[in-house]
DNA sequence: TTAAATT
């Protein structure tokens, strides 16, 4: 069976900076003589799977210095564990991520955005895991229940993708541990009220520690489809049509965009004549036009994101008063993303301005060179 | 019928 977490009803508890500190802004340094970083210190979670360290860093770098950031991983596999750290130089900025990257999709994910709790032993392990839910129970109602043992961090109930219907199954993480251990030892076995069934309370698998083999079977899937063959060559016929539709901002039916590789577009457009500079080492660089003077970096991940990996976005700005010339750039990892990013949001209107979206061709290249635009 | 939250 599919299954989908209820992302929209996220608990939104602010984990809140420690407010032992009554100086404004900058390093701040407590009476121990460490520093105090609860206010510029932020922790990032629902990553998506496949972002790195630079698209981290890229994403949360467009609100502001950072002192230092971190996207946790695996020890042993190197494998993202979905979460980061982010430090800001300044405390507003910290502020300013929360308020603007709190919630942005990226691919399949809603990100959460929250100032870090000191780093303690106390809050590890504080994550429990609930079966046996009455499916009529809401997310708001499974924290009442718990309530009562500390206070929550997070809470989700597992629905059926299909019918949205509750599996009866949660989880509830606590601020801290022996919160937890004692909302097991208050509500293991115990019916909720009107419920006809008791529900079972115990601690959740740490999803960092796989089995072996859930480990094999993880590199076997997400190396696999690096190698797939050749396309057929009738294919990359349509393909090619629709990639200089898209070149040149032409709307093309979704219905022929599908996944074909850099090498491919190479070959094919220097073919074609078509002088496309959009595909690079680094990725697949969009061209974006039509951005109010306000637009700002928010705006393009924002815009983007939901469509794949997005290792840079770029709001050119005027030199001497800061405000969006009307354009920018976004890069972006895989080609069939960036295909799909641009069919979408080529033609889509943002306030009261219809974007144009395509991939960077050389003509933008000598334009924004010599500031023409 | 367990999803990536403490460096």
């Not at 630079?54 to 949360?60: I, R, T």
């Not at 770098?61 to 020890?75: A, F, P, Q, T």
């Not at 009442?144 to 949205?164: A, E, K, N």
């Not at 076995?189 to 999803?207: C, D, H, M, R, Y």
Request: a positive charge; charged letters at 20%.
């Amino acid at each position: 069976m599919v299954t989908q977490i209820i992302s929209t009803m996220e608990t939104q508890v602010s984990n809140g900076p420690t407010s032992n500190s009554s100086l404004p802004n900058g390093p701040l340094i407590s009476a121990n003589g460490a520093t105090d970083d609860s206010k510029t210190n932020l922790i990032v979670n629902y990553l998506p799977q496949n972002m790195t360290q630079e698209e981290f860093k890229s994403l949360f770098g467009s609100i502001g210095e950072i002192e230092s950031c971190k996207l946790v991983r695996d020890k042993i596999t190197g494998q993202s564990l979905g979460y980061g750290f982010v430090n800001y130089v300044d405390s507003n900025d910290a502020d300013k991520a929360i308020n603007t990257l709190n919630g942005l999709k990226l691919q399949t994910k809603t990100i959460k955005v929250s100032y870090a709790r000191p780093s303690s032993a106390s809050i590890r392990d504080a994550n429990l895991y609930v079966s046996g839910l009455p499916k009529t129970m809401s997310q708001k109602e499974m924290e009442q229940l718990f309530s009562q043992y500390g206070r929550i961090i997070t809470s989700r109930i597992l629905v059926d993708q299909v019918t949205g219907v509750s599996r009866g199954v949660g989880f509830i993480r606590f601020d801290k541990r022996i919160e937890a251990e004692e909302a097991i030892k208050g509500l293991n076995g115990q019916k909720p009220l009107g419920a006809s069934e008791p529900i079972t309370v115990k601690f959740a698998n740490n999803p960092s520690q796989k089995t072996g083999q859930a480990l094999l079977t993880h590199l076997y899937q997400t190396t696999a489809r690096r190698y797939t063959g050749p396309l057929h060559h009738q294919t990359q016929r349509f393909r090619l049509d629709n990639l200089l539709n898209m070149a040149y901002g032409v709307k093309s039916p979704l219905s022929l965009i599908s996944r074909f590789s850099p090498i491919t577009i190479d070959s094919m457009t220097s073919l074609a004549g078509v002088n496309l500079t959009g595909a690079s080492s680094a990725g697949w660089c969009i061209f974006v036009y039509n951005l109010s003077p306000e637009a700002d970096e928010s705006v393009l991940w924002q815009l983007f994101g939901p469509f794949g990996a997005v290792t840079n976005v770029k709001v050119i700005r005027d030199f001497t008063t800061n405000k969006c010339k009307g354009f920018g750039f976004v890069t972006m990892t895989n080609y069939d993303e960036a295909a799909m990013a641009i069919a979408s949001l080529n033609g889509y209107r943002l306030g009261d301005r219809i974007l144009q979206v395509s991939f960077k061709t050389s003509e933008e290249f000598v334009k924004t060179k010599h500031g023409a635009i």
